[in-house]
């Protein structure tokens, strides 16, 4: 992954939307992006993903709203691998991160490198 993956990038800050979808496309992933929990919601329930990276806060919604959208997520398709970014990191935010099911947890700012190694070492998610 990502050449070819179909990645959820949701995040509440345009430029982070914009940086990390650049970088995804050019590796080759087919990339939706979301600003809000709203529209994160109606691309989860109408869409499958391969991986879908979520903000845990998003502005105009409660403090863990990535939270409660990667259980919706894991609900709808539980194969689908998820990585929570969040600048407001703690490790009971982790603990719950993983607990839901997240794939792996990455501070902000991201560090690139970092993510895509995460990324390369994602297996694909099997087809029917």
Do not use: W
Request: aromatic share 2%.
């Amino acid at each position: 992954m990502p050449g070819g993956a179909r990645i959820l990038l949701v995040d509440d800050e345009p430029t982070i939307l914009l940086g990390l979808s650049h970088v995804l496309r050019r590796a080759g992933a087919e990339v939706i992006t979301c600003l809000g929990r709203d529209e994160a919601e109606e691309a989860i329930l109408n869409q499958t993903f391969d991986l879908a990276l979520l903000d845990v806060r998003l502005s105009g919604s409660e403090a863990r709203a990535g939270l409660d959208l990667l259980t919706l997520l894991k609900q709808r398709s539980p194969r689908t691998h998820v990585i929570v970014m969040t600048a407001f990191g703690t490790d009971e935010i982790r603990r719950e991160a993983m607990a839901r099911g997240a794939s792996h947890y990455c501070d902000k700012p991201i560090n690139l490198e970092h993510l895509m190694g995460l990324l390369r070492n994602l297996r694909p998610v099997p087809t029917c």
